[in-house]
């Protein structure tokens, strides 16, 4: 009988060429959606006239945005202008979630498998991605509140994750907080093509207090991830 073949790990060569593509195809689907940001003025303008219709169909466009990956802050940006507050709020927070999810299936459903077989020989991969399925919930709560990490890019990279569905959807109440200030920005200016072209938001004390909680989440999510994945790590080496 042949003696059974062990996989070997996958070798960094090959894990930086295959994390190079990856980088590659997700940075395609993020240019595309900057040169399809320059139709959200007309995209919000549409939304403004359509009366009742309004909401479903910016909930349905911004959902679409998020997988071609245009940046979601214009579209909430717009949702104050059209909508107010409370309702602007509601509309973007719903719309983002569900853009966030159809992204996240996308990735999983599409890549998750390559990336299983192309990783499985690789330890360090495995850990890692053993510490985001164990503790996804705080960790996705975590980078939504990070400015550091692009709404699109994050999608995307959450589904070649192990996080499960569930978690992934709850932890987006984590968007919250920049949805508010956002959104509030855009009912501010009441403009719709002036907010949806991409103004920049006013630097005022709510906006530094987004700046700061954002930066601490940085640095909680790098250091959960890190301990997590360090422990996982070692319990795999000891098992072998």
Avoid: C
């Amino acid at each position: 009988m042949p003696p059974l073949i062990t996989p070997q790990p996958t070798s960094t060569p090959r894990l930086m060429r295959m994390l190079a593509l990856a980088v590659l195809a997700i940075s395609a689907v993020i240019l595309f959606g900057r040169f399809g940001a320059r139709y959200v003025p007309m995209f919000a303008n549409w939304v403004h006239e359509l009366g009742a219709l309004g909401p479903i169909v910016f909930i349905g466009g911004y959902m679409i945005a998020a997988i071609v990956g245009v940046p979601g802050s214009l579209l909430t940006l717009a949702a104050g202008a059209i909508f107010g507050l409370s309702l602007g709020i509601a509309y973007a927070i719903t719309a983002a979630t569900l853009g966030a999810t159809a992204a996240f299936l996308v990735s999983r459903y599409v890549a998750r498998g390559f990336v299983e077989r192309r990783l499985a020989g690789n330890a360090r991969f495995r850990a890692l991605d053993q510490a985001i399925a164990d503790n996804g919930r705080k960790i996705v709560f975590l980078l939504r509140l990070s400015p550091v990490f692009p709404f699109s890019l994050l999608n995307y990279a959450l589904g070649l994750s192990q996080v499960r569905l569930v978690d992934f959807v709850i932890a987006s109440v984590g968007m919250l907080p920049g949805t508010v200030l956002y959104v509030y920005y855009g009912k501010l200016a009441g403009d719709v093509a002036g907010v949806a072209s991409g103004g920049a938001p006013v630097r005022d004390t709510g906006y530094y207090a987004l700046l700061v909680l954002g930066l601490l989440a940085t640095i909680a999510v790098t250091t959960l991830v890190t301990r997590v994945a360090r422990r996982a790590l070692a319990q795999s080496e000891r098992a072998q």
